[in-house]
């Protein structure tokens, strides 16, 4: 069956460094890969997308490349925010799964100023 | 944007009560939609899948005669808690998909938090 794993955290930053959350992924088709963030007390909310390999998914400043040969959806910011704190969640869905989410563990991300 | 609202946002009820939590596309139409259940620091586990006009499918372990889901229209489903006791307080989200669009991307509502006393 399908499986997504994502780095634990949580992982605590300066404000302006560099940010990145590892995601790994098993499935037996062809998913589509997204990053949510869920901000305390709140839903998720679409970060990021890619639906077919080498697809670069971007959005405020957050980046992830679909890389099919190393199952991976890492992602990447290049200066984060203290606003950036928050719980980041890998997801993958496809066909064989009728469009049923597989979601990774969450990574909580802290920005100190 | 797509957008899913929940009602209530938060609501305490007394054991062995039962509590309706409703989820509602705002501009599409969603034809499958999805409930989960969130506990404190973890990820989301999908309870179950709701399509319109039929019954809902629900994952392995729960209880369907205690979670009843029902999805009457293309943009409204609902999940009971029925009898409700302190174990089923946790954080419910549920999702929606627009089929029409050919995307697997779910929109997410803001969620429900069931405090059960």
């Known amino acids: 069956g399908n499986s997504v794993t994502q780095m634990e955290g949580p992982v605590t930053l300066s404000e302006e460094a560099f940010l990145t959350i590892n995601c790994t992924y098993t499935?037996?088709?062809?998913?589509?890969l997204f990053w949510y963030v869920q901000y305390p007390g709140e839903g998720l909310q679409l970060l990021l997308k890619?639906?077919?390999?080498?697809d670069k998914g971007s959005n405020k400043g957050f980046e992830a490349t679909y890389r099919k040969e190393t199952t991976s959806f890492h992602l990447e910011k290049g200066s984060v925010q203290v606003s950036d704190s928050a719980v980041y969640f890998c997801?993958?869905?496809?066909?064989?799964?009728?469009?049923?989410?597989?979601f990774g563990a969450g990574t909580q991300v802290v920005v100190t100023p | 944007g797509a957008v899913v609202s929940q009602h209530p946002s938060w609501v305490i009820c007394k054991s062995g009560t039962s509590v309706k939590i409703e989820c509602r596309s705002l501009?599409?139409?969603?034809?499958?939609m999805f409930w989960y259940r969130q506990f404190p620091k973890q990820s989301l586990m999908l309870m179950a899948t709701?399509?319109?006009?039929?019954?809902?499918t629900y994952e392995q372990g729960v209880e369907k005669d205690k979670f009843l889901i029902n999805h009457a229209s293309l943009t409204l489903s609902t999940l009971t808690v029925t009898s409700a006791h302190p174990e089923d307080s946790s954080f419910y989200i549920c999702?929606?998909?627009?089929w029409g669009t050919g995307s697997y991307e779910q929109y997410f509502g803001p969620g429900t938090r069931l405090t059960v006393t």
């Open positions: 999702s929606a998909r627009d």
């Open positions: 499935a037996t088709g062809y998913p589509s």
């Open positions: 890619a639906t077919k390999a080498d």
């Open positions: 997801a993958l869905s496809d066909a064989d799964s009728w469009g049923k989410f597989q």
């Open positions: 501009d599409f139409q969603a034809t499958t």
């Open positions: 709701s399509n319109e006009g039929s019954k809902a």
